[in-house]
């Protein structure tokens, strides 16, 4: 159950996740994503590129590149690189997660989804709630309370 308070908070990490979503240089969808773990940001991501690549995300058709990263793919691999571990942690997106990040998401030890738009395929979120990962949607995180 979220209380008054969470809730305030999550709506405030998935404004976050907005605005750094808008760091993509992604014409069809900028997602954005925050990790937060004991009241705390360890990390953050948005889709793109690898690093050292053309930051160009979709091909002559407009369709995206096979390489680029998700968001949540790059907030759990820039944890990796650091001294922090996502056990136990929620994850805040724009966009609900794909199957294949939800793969990652699981693996990571993350506990909770909170996220705005659903993807286009809810397979990656039914996924995750048969782990056993709390999934939460909040459709307008600008709303006020």
């Excluded at 693996?107 to 996924?127: A, L, P």
Aim: charged share 25%; net charge neutral; aromatic share 8%.
């Amino acid at each position: 159950m979220t209380t008054n308070k969470q809730l305030r908070y999550d709506k405030a990490y998935l404004r976050m996740a907005k605005t750094w979503s808008e760091l993509s240089h992604c014409k069809r969808k900028q997602v954005g994503a925050i990790i937060v773990k004991d009241g705390m940001i360890i990390s953050d991501g948005f889709n793109g590129a690898p690093s050292g690549f053309d930051n160009c995300c979709e091909n002559e058709q407009g369709e995206t590149q096979w390489y680029v990263l998700h968001a949540e793919a790059n907030a759990i691999l820039k944890v990796a690189k650091s001294t922090h571990n996502c056990q136990g942690s929620t994850l805040y997106l724009t966009l609900s997660p794909c199957k294949e990040c939800s793969k990652l998401v699981v693996q990571s030890g993350i506990k909770k989804i909170v996220y705005i738009n659903e993807y286009k395929d809810r397979s990656g979120v039914d996924f995750l709630e048969n782990a056993g990962i709390e999934v939460q949607q909040i459709e307008n995180p600008f709303d006020a309370e």
